[in-house]
């Protein structure tokens, strides 16, 4: 990374709370030296009580910049404009700061969809099992409508997982929209896409629904990338599954960012070996014992 900073240099961030674990100011500045932007991104610790005071600072310095947890709802109420898709996913992950004004965006979905063709996956037409009603579940469960994917929606919440399939009737227009129960899935599914929690942290051993359900399944997708395989993708390779972790919809989303920022876009070529150059450096984190 060019770490040499002048008074031209523009300021790009990301602001979550706690935010030492991202992996974004890594992938940024990567995009930003490739581009040769005399430009830098930093992480920003703001807890939500601190929120409303930071705007101004983000306004007055920052070009833009990234949200995560816990703000990518709250930040909305800030914003003086949002595209469609963050107005469909109810979250926003992206603002773009012109002339003060703050435009959110959500590249988590670009992220998602770039994922899936990378990996050389169409949904069209096929049975996709999607667990999880949050967030992340939000996001994926609209994409995979839109590339024409049969979707079911499993969740311990049912009641959670039929205002998502709302929303999504009234987002995208389709009705045939399957919900059950995480102990009412049975197999018959050609792709399973964990959106949850489960497999990563405290709950490292677990899997979002019991493994049967993955016979027959040609593709798993686990929204984690840290750990690197679940124990839902490990189970899923033994059933002879195609398996992706959420390395690269990360990764993506960070490139759709860059790209609203500064209209640049980067040749395929370059994005794969920066990709795996992402890649290389988050493994030996991982095996340093500091990937989190």
């Not at 992996?23 to 807890?47: C, G, M, R, T, W």
């Not at 979250?91 to 990996?119: H, P, Q, R, W």
């Not at 994917?149 to 045939?176: C, D, F, P, Y």
């Not at 798993?220 to 124990?231: A, G, L, R």
Request: overall charge neutral.
């Amino acid at each position: 990374m060019n770490t040499r900073i002048n008074g031209h240099t523009k300021i790009y961030g990301v602001i979550g709370y706690p935010i030492s674990h991202s992996l974004s100011p890594e992938i940024h500045n990567s995009i930003f030296d490739k581009n040769q932007e005399n430009s830098i991104y930093i992480p920003l610790a703001v807890s939500p009580e601190e929120l409303a005071r930071t705007i101004p600072l983000l306004k007055n310095n920052f070009q833009g910049f990234n949200i995560t947890i816990p703000h990518k709802e709250t930040i909305i109420s800030y914003l003086d404009e949002m595209d469609e898709r963050a107005q469909w996913y109810g979250a926003v992950n992206t603002v773009k700061i012109i002339e003060g004004k703050m435009i959110g965006y959500n590249t988590d979905g670009y992220g998602f969809v770039k994922s899936l063709l990378e990996a050389g996956i169409d949904l069209k037409g096929r049975k996709v099992l999607l667990i999880g009603a949050g967030g992340a579940a939000r996001v994926a469960a609209h994409e995979i409508l839109l590339l024409g994917g049969k979707l079911t929606i499993a969740n311990r919440n049912t009641e959670k997982a039929e205002r998502l399939k709302n929303v999504l009737i009234g987002n995208v227009g389709i009705q045939e929209i399957e919900i059950r129960s995480l102990d009412q899935l049975e197999k018959g599914f050609d792709c399973v896409i964990n959106a949850t929690p489960l497999g990563m942290g405290p709950w490292c051993e677990e899997m979002p629904m019991k493994e049967e359900v993955l016979r027959g399944t040609a593709f798993v997708y686990d929204m984690i990338y840290n750990p690197y395989e679940t124990k839902l993708l490990l189970q899923g390779k033994q059933y002879g599954c195609k398996t992706q972790n959420g390395l690269p919809m990360l990764f993506y989303q960070a490139v759709k960012a860059q790209e609203i920022w500064t209209g640049k876009v980067l040749k395929e070529e370059i994005l794969y070996f920066l990709y795996k150059e992402i890649e290389k450096y988050f493994l030996e984190k991982i095996k340093q014992g500091t990937g989190e």
